[in-house]
């Protein structure tokens, strides 16, 4: 279990704190997913738990123990997946595995065993001899992911893995990642695909502008006792039908709205054909992912 | 040996194996200034060398005093004499013709009156003529002329002392002056600790000027490296793998070092087997073997103060262009001042107290020491010294630039 406990952080020579008050309990065997939009904190919370940076104020544990401690006494416990491809482009993908094993102080026959698990794992047979930059974006994802699990890390930080790949990769991914927990690796998992989320973690936490908007369970967080309706109408939605159902507008002239339940739908069909609105499209259904983050963390652009 | 320094080392060696332009450059650049250079400035390294000039003598007196003069000439061997003869005209055509560059025109009665050049008859004596290829430089025409001089003076000494000594009886030199052989009256030689070692030649000089040269050129595969491994965001991954800082330097100094060794191997092997063939003299190394480590500790040191530049560059640039443009340009201005590229003994004085601050003169002096004045361990220390310092204060800045990058983010 990974706790964090009240943890604040400022970029030096900054006016507003990057993270502030940040408190989240992350169970130890499954799929977590931290979400935020740009600028939210992501990066910098995944930087505190990669030890890239160091908490103002506020503990971070591991199991217990503070985290400091526990990259001490195990450094490979948590290991770094960056955006980025972060490994060398004039190597090999079997010379870049050998490279980051040896430099996690792998022993020569654990080099060679858990970089074979690694290929295995990330199925990278076919390419082993191949210099990474003459690999496609998906193999590169994939020689990323594999060069994380070298150490058998306790938990693993996977920021953005699936950015600029193919659909195939991306599935390929996120069903090798969704399977990590059984392996005995945690995950913390970023990314701005809400479907990628939905699919793969049991727990979310949305950060926005360094602090902790919401978190826990994405069952809970996408069940609502009220009802959500999409419409798509003929013409704008009257400022009053918008004010009482708390509308959203997610298109040209469409609309999500709160219901305060399933029985409100024919009055509010009958003042919409009183205000001459014909409605082309009606969708009555549950929130999903986006529907939650969009709510949390408005619409305006953050970069 | 610790395997995460074994895998750095591995990983830098590959990366470097791969640069294949990169590494063309370190080896085929230093070879090519040395051959160039050293064909180029062969004649200004050497004491008492020939110039690439000719010169011909129209003697129209042909008395023993005339042939004694152009034998003093010849030995003065700075100008080639190409021809001899009495036909003035041909001697102006062939000047035209641009096949020789001066012609000395003896007059008649050159050795009749060498002794009285005002004249006892009221009439002065017919004056030597220099004719003159306009092209030649004027500091040329009058090296020429004071050679002439020289050699006048001299004739009409020795033809005066024989006159003097016939008359007042004195012991003379036997046989006519004209047959005489004069023994070198100047000779140059070098200064140095070792009686037998030989004068420094071009290629002596120019070997380890530019090894030293190219030994700094690690500047560009060392930062573009370091700035693919910024960028893509390794740097930060070996971060987070708890790898320090200091040991990812101490990862890139060894395959960076062993470079630079094999291009002093190279560069050797090109004074001592390739130049020859252009028509210059062979690198002749020191044959003691105490010598020799000395040659090789000099070529330790500017490697290590090569290396330790190259990753201060690489540290304090943020992009590929900006380490060329910043480590080309700073290893051209050390050159230049470091007597790499213009001779130290060429510069004015104040150029030279400049070239005191570039460590390309620092190593540049060391294997001068060895090779030239054949100097002991001590003598090298304020060279050793220098270099020394100065990579390790590369290196400490480098480390302190990447610890201030660091703190400004936290």
Redesign the interface.
Known sequence: MLRIDGVSYR???TDAPALRDISLAIPAGGVYGLLGPNGAGKTTLISLL?????AGLGEISLDGQPLAVA?AEN?RA???V??????????TVS?NL??????????AAEQKTQSAAAIAFARLEQVVGK?ADQLSGGLRRRLNLA?GLL?RPQLLLLDEPTVGVDPQSRHFLLDAIAALPAAGTSVIYTSHYMEEVEAICPQIAIIDQGQVLVDGALSDLLRSPEPLLELTLDRPLPAELGERYAARQEGALKYCLELPSTAALPRLLDELAAAACTVHQLNLGQHNLEQVFMQLTKRSLRD | MSPRLLALWLKESIALLRDRHGLLALFIMPTIFILVMTMALRDAFTPGVSIDVSYSVVDLDRSPLSQALIKRLKKGASFQLRDESTDLDAARRSLLDGEQNLVLVLPKEFGSRLLTPGGTDGRPAEPLTLLVDPALTPALQLAFRNQVMAALGAVRADELTSKAGQLFGLPVAPGASVAREWPDEIRSEAVRNDHNARLPSSVQQNVPAWLIFAMFFVVIPVSSIFIIERHQGTLQRLRAIGVPFRLILAGKLLPFFIVNQLQAVLMVLVGIFLVPLFGSEALALPERLPLLLEWWVVSAAVSLAAVAWALLVASLARTSEQATVVGGVSNILMGAIGGIMVPKFIMPAAMQKLAALSPMAWGLEGFHIVMLRHGSFVDLMPSLGRLLAFAILSLALAIWLNHRSLAAQS
């Not at chain 1, 990669?50 to 160091?54: E, F, K, P």
């Not at chain 1, 050998?98 to 022993?107: C, P």
Request: no cysteine; net charge positive.
């Open positions: 970029y030096r020579n990669a030890g890239l940076l160091t990259r450094p948590i290991a770094l960056p955006q980025d491809y972060a490994f060398y482009p004039m190597l010379e050998r490279f980051f094993a040896g430099v996690l102080g792998l022993s210099r060069i150490g």
